[in-house]
Structures are given as C-alpha cells and as structure tokens.
C-alpha cells in the first residue's frame, strides 16, 4: 500500500510542460504546465498557473525556475504567489528554497505586455479577460 502511495504522489507532480514560442531577448525559454491549472478564490475566479523558465548556462544564475502565478479572471489582473530555484535545466537538481517574492509582485496587478499577460489570462479563464 505504501508503495502505491508514494507512486501516486511521485506521478501527480509531473507537469506537462508547453513551450510557449515567443521573442525573447534575454534568451529564456517558456514552459506552462496547463494540465496543471487550479482554480481558487471566491466563486473560483482566480487561476493558479506554474510557469517554468530556464536560462543558458551562467554562474551564479538558476539554470531553471518554477513561478506560481495567480490571475484575477474577473479583473484582468495577476501576481506571484511562489518562485523556486533549481540548478539544473527543467526543474532538476537540487532544489533552492523558495526565495520570498519582491514585495512589488506580491500585491495584484496589470498584466505584463508578454505572453503572460493578455495571451494567458485568454487562455486560462472562460470567455477571456
């Protein structure tokens, strides 16, 4: 019993990443896991998305990070609730602690004029923003 337990709880955290193709001048590639999307918040109006993004190769830089953003369907707007640092490529490695969110992101605000903004909000909540 014990086996199957943990079995189930190693499979349920797999994400299904999509790559998310875009521009991007700070060569950074984008993954969603929409497979994964929670709903929360009164009448269930929030949507919880796990965004992974990973860098080239630098000291010093987290080679992958998972952000847990949250949007407002009802008012077109978005924070962060989580940011994790790994330090290998897709999440791997040894995991950092989650580092706290800069206090500028934690609050709710406008969507971001990339892909995480209009495209996503459209994407996750019924009848868009």
Avoid: H
């Amino acid at each position: 019993m014990l086996c199957w337990l943990l079995f189930m709880l190693c499979t349920a955290s797999k994400a299904e990443w999509v790559k998310v193709a875009e521009d991007n001048p700070l060569e950074q590639e984008l993954y969603l896991d929409l497979e994964g999307v929670k709903q929360s918040g009164p009448m269930a109006i929030y949507r919880q998305l796990r965004v992974l993004t990973q860098s080239s190769p630098q000291i010093g830089v987290p080679a992958s990070m998972i952000t847990i953003y949250e949007y407002d369907c009802m008012n077109s707007k978005v924070r962060i609730l989580d940011i994790t640092d790994f330090e290998e490529r897709g999440a791997k490695g040894e995991k950092a602690v989650s580092k706290p969110v800069p206090s500028n992101l934690r609050g709710w605000g406008d969507l971001p004029k990339n892909y995480l903004g209009k495209k996503t909000i459209d994407l996750l909540c019924p009848g868009g923003s």
